[in-house]
């Protein structure tokens, strides 16, 4: 755990209420922002910094990720923000009069002080093709099917030219709603992975070919301009310059664009997994910070049609899991509590004072403290305050980006437990396999590197005796098998022994 | 040998708690025991097997028996063992591991003419009949010279000049499980990813190597079936069955079921729907050792609900007649595990496998009218006659009739008799299966008792034809093309002669696909064509050409032509084996794109900017649009 000896020092000027949540994990991980919403946040930095050549570098040293974000007015307002555009084509029979209404329509585009689309007409053969174009983006959108404000719509990301950030209702600024800075964490994870090179080797030419197809379709609908509307961001803050699991996402990523696989097949994963790993890094750290002393575990039920000791035992992981981050923010204060500077000050003249001052610079919170001027209220204050304010989000990323990507569900119970869906172990399968392996093999690579139990032999090492029954472990991971054969990812030789396999792999040796 | 002793012994092959007569092993002390002679039949492996090691080879290499647990593994080995003049005391050992010298010729080439022994080499022959039996148990260390005998075995494996060879048994796993505990040498490490690769890639060798892996798990089943079967029923126990003369409610007498279940297992019609069904397994992927098939066909003949371990000793008969429960003895529920507690038969693969068919729960309005209405019917009668009256034993008989008046006349409240004579009905669509004669077959809709409607179809018109060296017909595989239309594109389209290509615009396997990216013809046309044929492995296989050198593959298995053919015909599929078969098929349009992304890269061609939208016609057909845009 030496990660935790090197955290970095908070970030001048920020507009946090206190520093735990951000000081443990970061500026920061947020619930609401679902695993896409955070790949496409992660996807302006890159394409940003790529554009400026200093991807996955931190050139001005840690947290002073600075960056340009766009926002594609024009392109929005014709996909999300122009209801008319179907009922025109359908009431309207002359092409010239189709465009003129709806030119006309769309004169209060969102967001646009002049809105001009005449850029439009000459781009295409007719409105009918237009309309179809726009039809098609519309239906590959992300969240674009929700009912979400038009500015919460997403263009699936083709390409450097579909990327835009959240914006409010009228399009007037970014209100952090839904891009709150996961996607800044996950670029910054990977800014420090030792396999960024070759991570970036692979990602620039899937992403950044600006001649695809489909992202030229995207820059078709919009103008062209010198001065491309956008604003600056910046304010993102990992603590460790070093943690485990910037390797391992970077790892995994490779391997699935190593895969080469059709057209955009690849994203789904990279998302999936990027969320995955948000998770991990989240629980490993707050059992570090916390202490916990027991194996960090994640039992894994293959739904099973009936209850079962693995449901169960799952079951009680989950929460165990689910109560780890509030533990590491009380741990966090019962440290500063502890320290010798605390300690020191709480028998000193004016102890108030020295304690709130230590507050102050330690977790940035005290200038509005009201209450009994004591070290103790003090900070048993901050301790509810704290704990009142993770749970309203820190508290709730295991729980919904695990349902997110699939790793907890509620299926076929009341409770939720860890029960994989079938694209997740995909995206765990293909990112884990060169070519094929034997599916003991590949359990015990999922136990060692996400803590994740599927069979009795993992179990048997690191559950309690009394939550072990070797019966229904093999049965869970019998299960497992029949899934992936079913997904075409499994060959079953005979009897107990079966190959897990990577149908993307490369042939040529 | 009296009929009694024969009668017992053939139940210690059915599934008894304690069935000696499952392992090589204790088959022979069992047999001696009882005065009785073991079924015996030659494996179709076996000349193979044993040709790699008498004089048909001059330069014997090592040889791994691989299979599922009753593939008859340890039998080959001992056929060797026997053929090679092994003495046979060894054999009747405990000793897993066991050796033998034999004499080759030294050129590695011929077998010379004499006998002069400087033309002979001496080579030492390995013999480990059980793999798990002899490798230290899991967690234990290795003895040092076993670790030694299977160095010896990779190195050998790779050494044209070695003197030592090795034959050894071991289902795949253990293999896998042992060659994964030996320490990283050169040697294991490369024969272990040459075993895995066997045994993954189905191959029996590789070129530059000295081995040969023979998986047993991969033979035909029905032909060993056919095996099976005939030395069951041909076996000399039978004649002393009928020469003892036996009285009326005598075992062997005329209303003995054992008897009956004998003469009617032995009638050719029962043989081949039964073979269908084995065959049927194997063609979905579901293998069957011989342990199951003898298993299966001692279960036929013994079985009935009400005796000890479900199966009649030649003792119960008598109390059976008297009883008046025969026809609980029927072959037809037998065959397909029906007198065994649920619990048992789901545990036993071969009627797992069978159950899968739901073979007496699903019907026909037809099948349902004969055997309701059927009696007396101006249509019907004459098949009810002929198909259930015939039979007085497993037919229809007075229960029968009464539960069927009292279902007919039956008030609602009648609940438990009417679910008394729905599974009679059960019991009446299972001797269907196996009396309605193929020339009734298609009117009847014999395949549609079991879940598998096209099953009938698959084997007589694709998998026969295809052995025959034929073409299928033309409609069958319109029939496939317009089911991989539906799936690829996600809409009810009827096009049937060319393969569309379609995608959403960002994943390949989205359910509904409205961008078309080409078209492949099935009539030949530059290159392009949609075949079925038989892969090397004797599996139908539907192949989809792009170009000369471009192509992919599907295997065309039980489970994939029905869920194709029934998505042509009806458009959807009741939930059971869609997703699976659905996810298979998507994954085989992602690979279909790949290939020709990679024609298309071939060819130098780029994407063009344009999109060509899919739509379906009231008719049903593909109309797609194209869709330009000006840069």
């Known amino acids: ?509 | 040998m009296i009929a009694k002793d024969w009668l017992l012994f053939l139940r210690q092959y059915a599934p008894v708690p304690r069935n000696d007569n499952m392992y090589d092993e204790t088959i022979q002390r069992s047999a001696q025991r009882a005065g009785v002679e073991p079924i015996l039949f030659e494996h179709p492996a076996q000349t193979h097997v044993i040709s790699c090691f008498n004089q048909d080879s001059a330069d014997p290499v090592s040889v791994i028996l691989t299979g599922t647990a009753g593939d008859g593994k340890t039998h080959l080995c001992r056929q060797v063992w026997i053929a090679l003049r092994g003495d046979p005391a060894l054999w009747g050992s405990d000793n897993p591991y066991l050796s033998l010298k034999y004499h080759y010729p030294k050129d590695r080439t011929t077998w010379p003419e004499t006998q002069d022994p400087n033309l002979y080499r001496e080579v030492t022959i390995h013999f480990i009949r059980d793999l798990s039996g002899w490798a230290p148990q899991q967690g234990s260390a290795w003895d040092q010279n076993k670790l030694d005998l299977l160095l010896r075995l990779c190195r050998a494996i790779f050494d044209p000049a070695s003197d030592e060879v090795f034959l050894i048994a071991a289902n795949d796993g253990q293999l896998i499980e042992c060659w994964r505990r030996l320490p990283d040498a050169e040697p294991v490490v490369k024969a272990r990813s040459l075993l895995e690769k066997l045994l993954v890639e189905d191959h029996q060798t590789e070129k530059g190597t000295r081995l040969k892996m023979f998986n047993l798990s991969r033979w035909d089943s029905a032909e060993i079936f056919d095996r099976a079967y005939s030395a069951l029923l041909e076996h000399p126990g039978w004649a002393t069955c009928t020469q003892e003369v036996p009285g009326e409610t005598q075992v062997f007498g005329p209303k003995c079921p054992i008897r009956r279940n004998y003469e009617l297992l032995q009638t050719p019609l029962v043989h081949s729907r039964l073979r269908s069904l084995i065959q049927l397994c194997d063609y979905n992927g579901l293998h069957l050792p011989i342990r199951q098939l003898l298993l299966l066909l001692s279960n036929a003949i013994l079985g009935h609900p009400d005796c000890n371990d479900h199966l009649m000793r030649p003792s119960d008969v008598p109390k059976l007649i008297r009883s008046g429960t025969l026809s609980k003895a029927s072959l037809f529920n037998n065959i397909l595990g029906g007198n065994l507690s649920d619990t048992r038969r789901q545990s036993i693969t071969i009627f797992d496998y069978f159950d899968r068919f739901q073979l007496g729960y699903e019907t026909s309005n037809k099948v349902d009218n004969i055997l309701i209405f059927g009696e007396g019917d101006p249509h019907f009668g004459e098949l009810f006659n002929s198909l259930v009256r015939s039979d007085p034993l497993y037919g229809a008989d007075e229960a029968f009739f009464a539960a069927r008046d009292a279902y007919i006349a039956g008030g609602e409240d009648d609940e438990k008799e009417s679910k008394e004579f729905l599974n009679m009905l059960v019991a009446q669509r299972r001797g269907l299966f196996f009396r309605i004669p193929d020339e009734l077959a298609e009117t009847l809709g014999l395949w549609e008792l079991s879940v598998f409607r096209f099953a009938g179809e698959y084997l007589s018109q694709v998998i026969k034809i295809l052995r025959d060296g034929q073409c299928v017909k033309r409609p069958i595989l319109s029939r496939l093309v317009k089911g991989l239309n539906r799936i690829f594109t996600g809409m009810l389209i009827n096009s049937e002669r060319e393969i569309l290509l379609a995608t959403s615009g960002n994943y390949s396997q989205a359910k509904i696909s409205r961008l078309l990216v080409d078209r492949v013809s099935v009539e030949p046309r530059h290159g392009e064509r949609v075949a079925l044929s038989l892969s090397n492995s004797g599996r139908a296989t539907l192949t989809v050409h792009l170009s000369d050198t471009i192509e992919e593959n599907l295997e065309l298995n039980l489970v994939r032509y029905e869920f194709l053919s029934r998505i042509a015909t009806e458009g959807a599929l009741p939930a059971s084996f869609s997703k699976e078969c659905y996810e298979d098929l998507l994954a085989f349009k992602t690979r279909l794109l790949s290939a020709h992304k990679t024609r298309r890269d071939t060819d130098g061609a780029s994407e063009g900017l344009g999109l060509r939208i899919l739509n379906v016609t009231s008719q049903g057909l593909p109309e797609d649009r194209f869709v330009e845009v000006i840069t």
């Open chain 1, 1 to 509: 755990m030496t990660y935790l000896s090197q955290r970095l020092n908070p970030l001048e000027n920020v507009d946090s209420s206190m520093w735990i949540d951000e000081a443990i994990w970061g500026h920061m991980l947020y619930d609401e922002q679902t695993p896409w919403l955070i790949y496409l946040e992660f996807l302006n930095v890159l394409f940003d910094h790529h554009s400026r050549g200093i991807a996955f570098t931190e050139p001005q040293g840690f947290n002073k990720l600075k960056y340009w974000a766009a926002w594609r007015l024009e392109l929005r307002n014709i996909l999300y923000n122009s209801p008319r555009l179907f009922q025109i084509r359908v009431g309207t029979t002359n092409d010239q009069a189709r465009w003129r209404e709806w030119h006309k329509s769309m004169s209060r585009a969102g967001g646009i002080d002049q809105p001009d689309f005449s850029y439009l007409q000459p781009r295409f053969h007719s409105f009918d093709d237009f309309a179809d174009v726009v039809e098609l983006l519309r239906s590959t959108g992300i969240e674009a099917t929700t009912n979400k404000r038009w500015t919460s719509k997403y263009v699936f990301p083709y390409g450097k030219d579909c990327v835009f950030e959240d914006l409010d209702q009228n399009a007037r600024t970014n209100d952090r709603h839904f891009f709150r800075r996961s996607g800044e964490l996950l670029y910054l994870m990977l800014c420090r992975s030792s396999l960024k090179e070759e991570l970036l080797s692979l990602l620039v030419p899937a992403l950044q070919d600006e001649s695809a197809p489909w992202n030229k379709l995207v820059r078709l609908l919009q103008p062209e301009t010198a001065n491309p509307k956008g604003a600056e961001r910046a304010n993102a803050f990992l603590p460790y310059p070093f943690h485990p699991t910037y390797d391992a996402l970077a790892q995994d990523w490779i391997a699935i664009l190593k895969l080469h696989m059709p057209g955009y097949d690849a994203l789904p994963h990279l998302v999936n997994l990027a969320a995955f790993h948000l998770v991990q890094y989240q629980l490993r750290v707050a059992r570090d910070v916390a202490g916990v002393p027991t194996p960090f575990r994640i039992v894994c039920e293959l739904v099973a049609p009936k209850k079962t000791l693995v449901r169960e035992v799952s079951w009680d992981l989950y929460q165990e899991n689910n109560l780890l981050s509030t533990q590491a923010i009380t741990a966090y204060i019962d440290a500063v509590e502890q320290s010798d500077e605390w300690q020191y000050a709480k028998t000193q003249p004016g102890a108030f004072v020295r304690c709130r001052n230590i507050l102050r610079t330690k977790v940035l919170w005290g200038d509005d403290y009201e209450a009994a001027s004591n070290p103790e209220d003090l900070i048993n204050t901050l301790r509810f305050a704290a704990k009142q304010r993770h749970k309203q989000h820190g508290a709730e990323i295991h729980r919904n980006y695990g349902r997110e990507i699939g790793l907890v569900s509620k299926r076929g119970t009341l409770k939720l437990r860890y029960a994989p869906n079938d694209d997740l172990l995909k995206s765990l399968l293909l990112a884990n396999l060169p070519v094929r392996m034997e599916l003991h093999q590949f359990l015990a690579l999922l136990w060692d590197r996400y803590a994740l139990i599927f069979g009795d032999r993992e179990a048997e090492v690191v559950l309690p005796k009394a939550e072990f029954d070797k019966k229904s472990f093999q049965a869970n991971a019998r299960r497992l098998e029949y899934r992936l054969a079913s997904l075409g990812l499994l060959k079953r030789l005979s009897d107990g022994c079966a190959y897990v396999l990577n149908p993307y792999a490369r042939k040529d040796k």
